[in-house]
């Protein structure tokens, strides 16, 4: 019963997150996709190229939406695509300082918010993880007993 009530909380907790996320989102003029595009392009390693493929994975929508949500982007001045010299059918997509901006403005309030509620968040996967990590050491425990 402590796991069903640890998974409802938890699920309960990232739904607030991400609600409050998109509020805070909009108040700095982004729609909540928008913010998401802008975190995913930046967030990328260091060597992963920003193409449409990688976006449209990482926010786990379909090529065309991607293409779209970059549109949009792309005509507030946020983002850039820029065609690969080698393969002209690969596109990239560059972070513009307008975009950073907006998406910086974003992701300072999202981390302090985290940063003070994010205890709770942790304490119910760490609750999940030690029921799931504990029942095999006593079923362990048993067998030698």
């Not at 069903?4 to 996320?21: P, S, V, W």
């Not at 909009?26 to 976006?55: C, K, N, V």
């Amino acid at each position: 019963m402590a796991e069903y009530r640890a998974l409802a909380e938890l699920r309960y907790r990232i739904r607030l997150f991400l609600r409050e996320g998109d509020t805070t989102a909009l108040s700095e003029g982004l729609e909540p996709q928008q913010y998401q595009m802008l975190l995913a392009i930046r967030g990328l390693r260091e060597r992963e190229l920003a193409t449409i493929g990688t976006l449209a994975e990482r926010l786990a929508i379909k090529h065309h939406s991607a293409v779209e949500l970059i549109d949009r982007l792309e005509k507030r001045s946020f983002v850039k695509r820029l065609r690969e010299k080698e393969d002209r059918r690969q596109v990239r997509v560059l972070l513009l300082p307008r975009g950073e901006k907006a998406l910086a403005g974003v992701v300072k309030e999202r981390i302090g918010e985290l940063r003070a509620t994010g205890s709770a968040l942790v304490r119910n996967i760490e609750t999940l993880l030690e029921r799931r990590n504990g029942n095999p050491r006593k079923k362990s425990a048993r067998k030698g007993a």
